[in-house]
């Protein structure tokens, strides 16, 4: 296969050919050549690969760079995206040959671990990724957004040395600074989340009008007090009113990121009871998210769950040593990995009281819990528990006691979320 349709990455000159893969496999109905500037600030050409029949393309996939939390720590994450083959070409196993290549080069060394956002489930599990992070999706209706504030709120944020939370609209973009610093100390308190550089930012803040699809243009709150800000909200409103003359906008929350839960109340608290608008709506909001829980009634969040972050195991050894682990852990661990045959076997994981410093080596010893890759991926950041996919048959118990274990040990509060799709 890989010499019907030979897999290189691309130049500069190429790169219209890539980015047009993606724009027919994705059904775009954005401009493409404003998307394809957009794209390419953050593109990187050395980890694109790109499959050929002849001169044209017909298949695409690239690597970013990132640094991403994971349990205790940051660690170097290859994000895989731009995947697409030509509908022209599909089931003709040219992503599979892009995959195999893509993770033989990530073999070869730099990260330990992949990550993907899919657009269908169904797609990477083949290829060893397993599901490590889920997202919420939250539409809250006007009236509906009651909030029960706990009183100890304030004398918590007190005892903190918080001051009382002020919110501030600003234009997003001019504020990148602000929600810079926000977010930065964000990053290492949840695992999922990236590092964000200029370039990133500039994506994230981006909001061009083929991006805003009916919607007004971005703007903007900050949570702050006299220390500085704690906490904003991104959004957009598209505002409407119906048949009866009663308005009823949608206000859409684009990102919302709060470090201490007076800001998280505030920002909500205004959001849900803004005029004019019918229905506040989230997406890519955590599972855990503080908002259920100051919510009177949860269930008026209209709670959607859905897979977010896929993962990937690439280095068995330094992927499970740099994470940290919830308490002390000692278990043979047998993996299968059918195209990365390096991870296959036994590996001897030890981590002390605290769950740092661990190590992972290789060993003849028995093996204690047998999984496949796909597995380990799934649980490398906290959120899916090795127990849930051992009842589902994704995991297995060869010593009693052992995979329980092994499942406290991997998993994290907070649950992973990712907050942004690449
Ligand atoms: C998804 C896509 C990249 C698959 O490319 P392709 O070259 O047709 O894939 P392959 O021929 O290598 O198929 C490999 C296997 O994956 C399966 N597969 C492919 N697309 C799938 C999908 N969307 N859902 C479930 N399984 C899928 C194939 O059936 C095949 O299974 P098999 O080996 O059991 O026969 C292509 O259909 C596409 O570009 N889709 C639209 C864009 C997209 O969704 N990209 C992924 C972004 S995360």
Redesign the pocket.
Known sequence: MTDAYPIRPVTEAEFPGFHAVDFE??NSRWPEDQVREFEKVTFEFDRSLAAFDGSLIV?SACAYTFQMSVPGTLAPVAGVSA???LPS????????SLMHRQLADLSEGGEAVAA?????P??YG?FGYGVSSMHSRFSVRRGEGRMMIPAALEAAAEQGGLGPVRLRSVAAEPATAELAKVYEQAVPQRPGMLVRDDRWWQNVLADPDWYRGGNGPQRCIVAEDSGGPRGYAVYCVSPDWDTEGLPSGTLTVRELMALDPQASAALWADLLTRDLVGEVTARLRPVDDPLLYLLADMRRARARVSDGLWVRIIDIAAALAQRHYAREVDVVIEVTDGLLPANAGRWHLQAGAGGAGASCERTSAPADVALPVASLGAAYLGGTRLGTLARAGLAAELRPGTLAALSTAMSWDPVPWSPMIF
């Not at 070409?89 to 992503?95: D, Q, V």
């Not at 993907?116 to 269908?120: H, K």
């Open positions: 496999a994705f298949g995947v697409g083959v070409y599909r089931r003709r196993g040219i992503l599979t993907l956002f899919a657009s269908e169904g797609i083949r």
